[in-house]
C-alpha cells in the first residue's frame, strides 16, 4: 500500500493526513520517520510492534509514535480495518510543554467517548482541509493540529499492558540497550540460549529484519539523534553508536539513510535554518 501522507512529507509538506481501508494490509518490516505519528483506529483491530513491545489496539483508540521510534503494525488474517494517520513535523508544534509531551512513545490511548470524538473529528478537519484547501491553508492546518494535540495532552495516559513478551522481545530491548557495545549473533544466542539459526528465524520471523540490519539500523538511528541534538564530530559519534571505524560507519549509514552522515548533518542544519 503506497503510503501518500508519506509522499506528502517527502515533498516538503509539514503536516499530511490520509484515511485507509483494508484486509490483510500488513507492514513487512519495522520502520521509523523524522517525523511524528498519530495512528487512529476507526474500525477493526491492529497490533502494533513498538521497538520490543507488542500493543493490541481496538476501534477508537490511537496511538503517537515520535521520531526514530522503529514500529510497525499488523492484523489478524482476514480482519478488515479502517484507519487515519496524521504525520507533523516538530516544528508544527507551537508550544515547547506540549512538544515535550509527546517525545515519550506511551503506548496505546484510550479516552472517552466525548473526548474520543473531538480528537477524532480534529483529524476529519485536516484530512478535510487536505483535500480541499482554503485561505490560510498551512495556518488553519497548523491550528488544528495545536489544537489536537492540547486535546491529547490534557488526557491522561492509560497505557495498555504489551500484549506478550517473548524471548524475540529480550533480544530487542538488549539490543536497544547495548547498541553502542560489540554484538554479534553467536553472543545473542549463547546470552538467550538458543541456537543461532534459532535466532535467525524467530527473528526474522518477527521483525522481518535481520539481526545484523536490525543492529545497523538502530545504532543509525541513535545518530541521527546525535546529529540532531548535539555538535559533536561524525568520529566521536560513529564510535559512540558502536562502529569500529569511521569507514563502515560511513557506509551503513548511506545504505540506511541515503545519505553520507556530512550530507545528513548538512541538510538537518538547513532545514532548522529555514
Excluded at 519495522?30 to 481496538?58: C, N, P, Q, T, W
Aim: charged content about 25%.
Amino acid at each position: 500500500m503506497i503510503d501518500q501522507a508519506g509522499i506528502l512529507m517527502a515533498q516538503g509538506s509539514g503536516i499530511a493526513c490520509e484515511r485507509i481501508q483494508g484486509v490483510n494490509d500488513n507492514m513487512s518490516q519495522s520502520h521509523y520517520h523524522e517525523y511524528y505519528e498519530i495512528y487512529y483506529l476507526e474500525a477493526g483491530e491492529r497490533f502494533h510492534m513498538v521497538e520490543d513491545k507488542l500493543y493490541k489496539m481496538e476501534a477508537g483508540e490511537f496511538i503517537i509514535f515520535p521520531p526514530y521510534v522503529m514500529h510497525h503494525s499488523y492484523g489478524a488474517e482476514n480482519m478488515p480495518f479502517k484507519r487515519v494517520l496524521l504525520y507533523f513535523s516538530q516544528e508544527e508544534i507551537l508550544w515547547p510543554s506540549i512538544l515535550s509531551e509527546l517525545r515519550e512513545e506511551g503506548g496505546i490511548y484510550k479516552v472517552g467517548i466525548r473526548e474520543r470524538q473531538e480528537i477524532h473529528r480534529a483529524m476529519e478537519l485536516i484530512l478535510k482541509e487536505q483535500k480541499n484547501p482554503g485561505a490560510y491553508h498551512e495556518e488553519y492546518a497548523r491550528g488544528v493540529l495545536n489544537m489536537l494535540l492540547l486535546l491529547i495532552a490534557r488526557e491522561e495516559r492509560p497505557e495498555k499492558a504489551p500484549e506478550r513478551k517473548s524471548r524475540i522481545g529480550e533480544v530487542i530491548r538488549y539490543i536497544h540497550s547495548h547498541y553502542q557495545e560489540e554484538i554479534s549473533l553467536e553472543m545473542l544466542a549463547q546470552m538467550f540460549y538458543v541456537s543461532p539459526y534459532y535466532l535467525c528465524r524467530e527473528f526474522k520471523k518477527n521483525t522481518n529484519s535481520t539481526i545484523i540490519r536490525y543492529i545497523n539500523v538502530t545504532r543509525i538511528m541513535n545518530a541521527q539523534r546525535k546529529f540532531m541534538e548535539t555538535s559533536k564530530n561524525i568520529t566521536d559519534i560513529s564510535k559512540e553508536t558502536g562502529f569500529s571505524n569511521l569507514t563502515h560507519f560511513n557506509r551503513v549509514f548511506k545504505s540506511v539513510t541515503g545519505m553520507s552522515p556530512s550530507q545528513y548533518r548538512k541538510q538537518f542544519r538547513d532545514n532548522v535554518k529555514s
